[in-house]
């Protein structure tokens, strides 16, 4: 059986812990952009800049904590965003399919949403962007 410490220190571990981090503060600035905004713009709009601020946060603890890159950073970026912009695009269109079809609150689906697209993350992010250059 697997120590506690043996795994914490492990790479899928890391990744859901920092995961876990980067889905609370990506919905904490969701439903910041959300609070102060809803009335101005839609809540669409709303989860299109506040994926910027996600993304840019995602990163740097990923690169950081997970994955310990030493890659150059702008590839890496550019791929990591990238491919943040291609889940963007699954959760704008599951948050779309919740809120407007299903009649689902747009805040407990957008947590949902991002805490699955979570796990597809990791294997994108170990097979596409922190793999050894």
Do not use: D, H, W
């Given at each position: 059986?697997?120590?506690?410490k043996a795994f914490l220190e492990g790479t899928r571990a890391k990744f859901l812990l920092v995961g876990f981090l980067n889905t609370i503060a990506g919905f904490v600035i969701?439903?910041?952009f959300y609070f102060?905004?809803?009335?101005?713009?839609?809540?669409?709009?709303?989860?299109?800049i506040?994926?910027?601020?996600?993304?840019?946060?995602s990163h740097s603890t990923q690169r950081i904590w997970v994955w310990k890159s030493t890659?150059?950073?702008?590839?890496?970026f550019v791929r990591f965003s990238t491919s943040y912009v291609a889940i963007g695009l699954v959760n704008l269109v599951l948050l779309r399919i919740a809120v407007e079809s299903m009649m689902y609150p747009v805040?407990?689906?957008?947590?949902a949403?991002?805490?699955?697209?979570?796990?597809?993350?990791?294997?994108?992010?170990k097979h596409l962007i922190f793999n050894k250059e």
């Open positions: 059986m697997l120590s506690k969701f439903t910041a102060v905004l809803r009335n101005q713009i839609s809540y669409v709009i709303i989860l299109l506040s994926q910027v601020f996600a993304v840019t946060f890659n150059s950073y702008v590839p890496e805040l407990s689906s957008q947590f949403i991002g805490t699955l697209l979570t796990l597809v993350n990791y294997f994108v992010q």
